[in-house]
Nanobody, 121 residues
Framework: QVQLVESGGGLVQPGGSLRLSCAASGRIFSINAMGWYRQAPGKERELVATITSDGSTNYADSVKGRFTISRDNANNTVHLQMNSLKPEDTAVYYC???????????????WGQGTQVTVSS
């Protein structure tokens, strides 16, 4: 069994910062890419940022220059530092990981339960 558990969400004022963390646990052989997605009410889930095992990153245009994704391969964790937050960043943020449970299996994508981020004065 594999679990992804997010933490760090909450309420913050516009212009503020939050740091999200996601820890993957369970039967894991290797993790390829990890990422953060978000879903606002009435909207589809969208990509925020991804990071590969060798540290290559990709960001949505809407968060470039404000958000930074990082990962700790030794502890199977991924972080999202969010600065200069705007009301439009309000959403449930989901962590995901593309991983292999065994050396002889293909990779699959796993999702966390999500953490709420609300940006409001």
């Amino acid at each position: 069994q594999v679990q992804l558990v997010e933490s760090g969400g909450g309420l913050v004022q516009p212009g503020g910062s939050l740091r999200l963390s996601c820890a993957a646990s369970g039967r894991i052989f290797s993790i390829n890419a990890m990422g953060w997605y978000r879903q606002a009410p009435g909207k589809e889930r969208e990509l925020v940022a991804t990071i590969t095992s060798d540290g290559s990153t990709n960001y949505a245009d809407s968060v470039k220059g404000r958000f930074t994704i990082s990962r700790d391969n030794a502890n199977n964790t991924v972080h999202l530092q969010m600065n200069s937050l705007k009301p439009e960043d309000t959403a449930v943020y989901y962590c995901n990981a593309d991983l292999r449970k065994f050396s002889f299996t293909r990779s699959s994508t796993y999702w966390g339960q999500g953490t709420q981020v609300t940006v409001s004065s």
